[in-house]
């Protein structure tokens, strides 16, 4: 049931998920209302009126301490991929810049690799979730040829005190190439959300067996709307491709406009003078 639950919350389009769990909510509501009509009591209603406020007011504060820790695990885990972008696209600008040493073939193949790799790894974070195979397949690609030519780039400086800087760069660009994809692969438990969603039912019985008159049903039909909105948006955020609220690629979309602006030749201005210019 819990990986049935997990593949559905994770595939699923947020607009049905969200259908899907109001669903559950309203029918478990009005199996609530059912239940109390049927119910024959014999104990004073102003008794029985105040022992269940005390008990809806207990399962509203359970219901809202689980859902904020729900909500912290998503945030912790959009916050972590949010940091990593910053991350690489730091690491990839200073592997581009410290490329510049190099004599060509090897400045020029390596900058044209990192450029691609930027682009690649663009197009990888706006895509869906199912159309990003042949993104993670090129990704891979990209990663072999760059390791593969800053080696040979490497070979052509080695007897330079700053050589294992520039290995160094290419190696926490592939580094943090993983700890990206195994950041986008961390989702929030799926008993934690299973755990929620019947959570989230029995207080919709308790409400339906509890409320009575058209002005309390209509207060609790709210109720349940917003409940159902809240547990949306922690699935939606807990979603890195598959959702509407995405970690921003702002320090991505920078890199690239800034390798755009500074190609490899720009670095030459001062070579092609002369060592004795100023």
Do not use: C
């Not at 690649?120 to 974070?125: E, G, K, Y």
């Amino acid at each position: 049931m819990p990986d049935f639950f997990g593949i559905w919350l994770e595939a699923a389009p947020i607009a049905v998920v969200g259908a899907g769990v109001l669903a559950v909510l309203v029918a478990a509501s009005v199996a609530g209302t059912q239940l109390r009509k049927r119910h024959d009591s014999t104990r004073e209603e102003e008794a029985a009126s105040a022992q269940e406020g005390f008990i809806i007011s207990a399962v509203l504060g359970l219901l809202a301490l689980l859902m904020g820790f729900t909500f912290a695990l998503a945030i912790d885990r959009f916050d972590t991929r949010r940091l990593l972008v910053l991350e690489d696209a730091n690491a990839i600008r200073t592997a581009y810049l410290q490329a510049q040493v190099l004599d060509e073939p090897h400045r020029a193949r390596i900058s044209g690799l990192l450029v691609a790799y930027t682009d690649n790894m663009v197009q990888l974070a706006n895509a869906e979730a199912g159309q990003n195979r042949e993104l993670l397949a090129k990704d891979d690609r990209l990663l072999t040829k760059l390791w593969s030519a800053a080696l040979t780039g490497f070979d052509s400086i080695r007897q330079l005190d700053f050589s294992s800087t520039l290995m160094t760069s290419m190696n926490q660009v592939i580094t943090l190439d993983a700890s990206r994809r195994a950041a986008r692969r961390a989702h929030v438990p799926t008993p934690v959300f299973l755990t929620l969603l019947i959570y989230l039912a029995v207080t919709a019985a308790l409400l339906g067996y509890v409320l009575l008159g058209w002005r309390a049903r209509a207060a609790g039909a709210i109720t349940l709307a917003l409940l159902t909105m809240a547990f949306v948006l922690v699935v939606d955020i807990d979603r890195p491709t598959g959702g509407t609220i995405r970690e921003t690629q702002g320090p991505m979309e920078e890199l690239q406009k800034f390798l755009r602006a500074q190609p490899a030749r720009t670095f030459d201005s001062w070579r092609a003078i002369g060592p004795q210019s100023n």
